[in-house]
């Protein structure tokens, strides 16, 4: 199971690398660790955000629990993950008025697609 989980990771990174290069982001199969939609963010170019794919740091200078757990578990998405949808992912968001459940369910349409 690790060796499918590494070789998911090594492809997401060489489909990201190569995505970036030709500027192509929006051809990813999934757009961020949670399930946020970036290409339809209304806030994308005003907080000069490339999403978390592309991006070291964070948009507001601070970290990001669902990018850095994602990452070390070496995971595109958090839909890829064996306890999803987890607390981190459910909490996500709801101090500031929005709705986990709908990243929740954009990460198993993502999972979903990457089945078939």
Request: charged content about 25%; hydrophobic content about 35%; some cysteine.
């Given at each position: 199971?690790?060796?499918?989980?590494s070789?998911?990771?090594?492809?997401?990174t060489?489909?990201?690398?190569?995505?970036?290069?030709?500027?192509?982001?929006?051809d990813i199969?999934?757009?961020?660790?949670c399930?946020?939609?970036?290409?339809?963010c209304?806030?994308k170019?005003?907080?000069?955000?490339?999403?978390?794919?592309?991006m070291?740091?964070?948009?507001?200078?601070?970290?990001?629990?669902v990018k850095t757990?994602c990452?070390?578990?070496e995971l595109?998405?958090c839909g890829e993950?064996?306890?999803?949808p987890?607390e981190?992912?459910?909490?996500?968001?709801?101090?500031?008025?929005?709705?986990?459940?709908i990243k929740i369910?954009?990460c198993r349409?993502w999972a979903n697609?990457?089945?078939?």
């Amino acid at each position: 199971m690790r060796r499918i989980a590494s070789f998911k990771s090594l492809f997401y990174t060489f489909f990201v690398v190569n995505s970036i290069f030709i500027g192509k982001i929006s051809d990813i199969m999934f757009e961020s660790r949670c399930g946020v939609l970036c290409d339809s963010c209304e806030r994308k170019e005003q907080v000069s955000c490339t999403g978390c794919l592309t991006m070291e740091k964070t948009f507001w200078g601070g970290e990001c629990g669902v990018k850095t757990c994602c990452e070390a578990k070496e995971l595109g998405h958090c839909g890829e993950c064996e306890i999803f949808p987890c607390e981190m992912l459910s909490n996500m968001g709801k101090e500031q008025g929005f709705d986990p459940l709908i990243k929740i369910e954009q990460c198993r349409i993502w999972a979903n697609e990457e089945e078939i």
